[in-house]
């Protein structure tokens, strides 16, 4: 998966904050890039897990089904060609 991180400049401290666009959740800072974008990664999968670890509270108890998705390349040409499919109606 790619995420897109937004970064500013802090004009007093030199430091670079980030922002993930797709986690706005997923803030964090560096010295220079290099660490930003390391200190970005560990922020998004911590964002990612607490989202995970909510969602499985809600869902508690309750009558659920758990299957595993692999996002890659096979799955976004096929939703690619699903999309580019005309549907036909009678």
């Not at 670890?53 to 809600?58: C, I, T, V, W, Y």
Request: charge should be positive.
């Amino acid at each position: 998966m790619e995420y897109t991180i937004r970064i500013k400049k802090d004009s007093k401290s030199g430091w670079l904050c980030g922002q993930c666009e797709q986690l706005p959740e997923a803030i964090s800072q560096g010295k220079d890039l290099e660490e930003l974008m390391l200190m970005m990664e560990d922020a998004i999968k911590l964002v990612l897990e607490c989202k995970r670890d909510e969602f499985r509270k809600q869902l508690d108890g309750k009558n659920t089904m758990v299957r595993k998705l692999r996002i890659g390349n096979e799955t976004k040409q096929a939703v690619k060609a699903y999309r580019g499919k005309r549907v036909h109606t009678v």
